[in-house]
């Protein structure tokens, strides 16, 4: 029996890891736990009950203002217990959050081997996004198996040294998850929305936002919402401008500073996974600095304006549906104007080829770990 600890704390580990996680499950020959530190709590426990998981251990870390240091120290603290308890032959870990840095460093530690679900995305310059860059390259360094989302992520791990018998290219697994959730009904919450908004064919046009990145903390969310004001004063009957706005006070302030007030600006709190998948469904454009966003509105076949400097899915910029603007408020304007304006700058983008995955990542994954030799020799998956 093969025994496969997932570990994982965030929203968007959780929802990249669920297919994983059902994949196991269903796995005869494999005995799958999972372990959470809750780094982000109620976001991370609206994914665990709409996938139906339920943790073997919940470390419950979460803590008010809690610096990444003294994360890192409660993850590894309270961690190694579990490992030496559980001590399971695989370590799962996923993406480049320091719950997934932290676990990684402790299955180097205990002797445990660890895949690493979406490795090998890079953008070059540690301090963006941070800490998550330099979080990945730890993974990159201690993983026996590299579940590379794409070509472009197995070529970046290949020029860090990583032996290609270490690396799969699998997908990425939030694309099995999108294909899921978009079969399942839209929320009532999200169809009230609409409704109230005028969003429908022949209505307003929406555009989704998110902006909560670190980097973009200050002047640079300022004036991405400079931006946002000017496109809605421009367009005030055509659009309407939904952003969920994040809890962190550096993202509250400034937000609700500029953009309270405006008609056709709609301030929300936080959404769920699946309302935020399907709000999204019904977006013309998406102005967004998140990674996972970046996908989602690409397996949606929504064009995306990307509101940093750079991006680890550059598969995106190239496949045309991604485009990075950076955080100046001219070019964000100008961008988002030229796709409301030129149907074919926005039909370019809109139909590109999503090069994310096909909706079989996981099965990849689980497939390679349970034919992975002893001596890493040529496997296939």
């Known amino acids: ?49 709409l996938f139906d998981i339920h943790p073997d251990v919940d470390l419950n870390l979460m803590r ?42 402790l299955g180097f530690y205990n002797h445990i081997k660890i895949g690493h679900v979406e490795a090998g995305l890079r953008t070059g310059d540690k301090w963006q996004p941070f800490p998550e860059e330099i979080n990945r390259r730890i993974a990159g ?28 290219v699998t997908g990425n697994p939030a694309v099995d998850a999108l294909q899921a959730i978009v079969k399942r009904p839209s929320p009532p919450e999200i169809n009230s929305l609409l409704e109230k908004l005028d969003i429908r064919p022949g209505g307003r046009q929406l555009i989704v936002i998110t902006a909560h990145r670190r980097e973009n903390f200050g002047q640079p969310l300022a004036d991405i919402c400079l931006a946002l004001r000017r496109l809605a004063e421009t367009y005030p009957h055509r659009l309407q401008l ?20 405006v008609p056709n600006i709609t301030l929300l709190p936080p959404l769920d ?34 509101l940093r400097q750079v991006t680890e899915r550059p598969e995106g910029i190239e496949a045309g549906i ?20 030129n149907r074919d700058a926005y039909l370019a983008m809109a139909n590109a ?22 001596n890493c020799e040529g496997y296939k998956a």
């Not at 962190?248 to 937000?255: F, G, L, S």
């Not at 990849?364 to 002893?374: F, G, K, Q, S, T």
Request: proline letters at 7%.
């Open 1 to 49: 029996m093969l025994r496969v600890l997932s570990i994982f704390g965030t929203r968007p580990e959780a929802v990249k890891m669920a297919p994983v996680i059902q994949a196991l499950a269903n796995t005869a020959g494999v005995e799958s736990k999972v372990c959470v530190t809750a780094q982000h709590r109620q976001m991370l426990d609206q994914v665990l009950s």
């Open 64 to 105: 008010p203002n809690q610096s990444l240091a003294e994360l890192t120290a409660d993850i590894l603290t309270h961690l190694e217990p579990v490992l030496r308890s559980i001590q399971p032959d695989w370590l799962l870990v996923q993406g480049d959050t320091t719950t997934m840095m932290a676990a990684a460093m």
């Open 141 to 168: 360094v201690m993983a026996d198996l590299h579940f590379a989302p794409t070509e472009h992520s197995r070529q970046n791990l290949l020029h860090e040294g990583i032996d290609d018998r270490r690396i799969l």
């Open 242 to 261: 939904v952003y969920p706005v994040h809890l962190n006070p550096n993202v509250q302030e400034p937000v609700y500073r500029l953009l309270s007030g």
């Open 273 to 306: 996974y699946l309302p935020m998948v399907h709000l999204m469904q019904h977006a013309t454009l998406v102005l967004t600095d998140s990674g996972g966003i970046q996908e989602e509105a690409t397996g949606l076949k929504i064009p995306a304006l990307v």
């Open 322 to 341: 991604l485009k990075l603007v950076g955080t100046d408020p001219e070019l964000i304007f100008n961008e988002t104007r030229r796709l409301l304006d």
């Open 353 to 374: 080829t999503n090069p994310f995955g096909d909706g079989h990542a996981a099965g990849r994954i689980v497939n390679a770990l349970l034919i992975y030799p002893l």
